[in-house]
Structures are given as C-alpha cells and as structure tokens.
C-alpha cells in the first residue's frame, strides 16, 4: 500500500473512533438522565423490570465498547504503526 493511503485510512479510522466515543458518551448521558422514565416505558409495554433492563443496558453499553474498540481504534493503530515504518 502507498504511504498515503495508509496515513488517510488511519486518519478514516481514528475519527471513526473518537465519532464513536463521542456517540457512546451521548447514549450513556442521554440512558443516565432519562433513566426513571424508560424504566417507567419497559414496565409497562414491554414487562421488564428494572434489573432485566439494568442488565440490558450494561450489555449494550459493553458491545459498544468492543464494536468502538476493535473495528475502529485497533486498525487505526495497525495503520499508524505500518505508516510509521515506511
């Protein structure tokens, strides 16, 4: 691959990356303050409890994690060390 390939799809990869963090901060401060009122939704239409929708909640936020982490910050990483050698 030419070097600026590399360096524009690090660069692709890396703000991928920061959109996502960015993304999943308003998810989990949009989640914390309407807490109350989604718990209040799922009881009532979809018969989940608190603790079931607690648990939804953390898996979500965990896979967000692992989807921000290994498909946007690890390439980005890969491609910023293969930049650096050439």
């Known amino acids: ?21 960015l993304v999943a901060l308003f ?5 914390y303050a ?6 209040a ?3 009532r239409f979809l018969r989940i409890d608190e603790k079931e929708l607690a648990k939804l909640v ?3 936020f965990l896979e967000l ?3 921000i982490v290994f ?4 390439p980005a990483l890969a491609l ?4 650096q050698k050439k």
């Open 34 to 39: 309407f807490w109350d009122i989604w718990v």
């Open 65 to 67: 994690r692992l989807v």
């Open 1 to 21: 691959m030419e070097r600026e390939k590399i360096i524009f799809l690090r660069n692709l990869f890396f703000r991928a990356f920061i959109i996502g963090v």
């Open 80 to 83: 910023h060390w293969s930049a």
């Open 58 to 60: 953390l898996m979500f």
């Open 41 to 43: 939704w799922t009881t």
């Open 27 to 31: 998810y989990f401060i949009v989640t």
């Open 71 to 74: 498909l946007f910050l690890v």
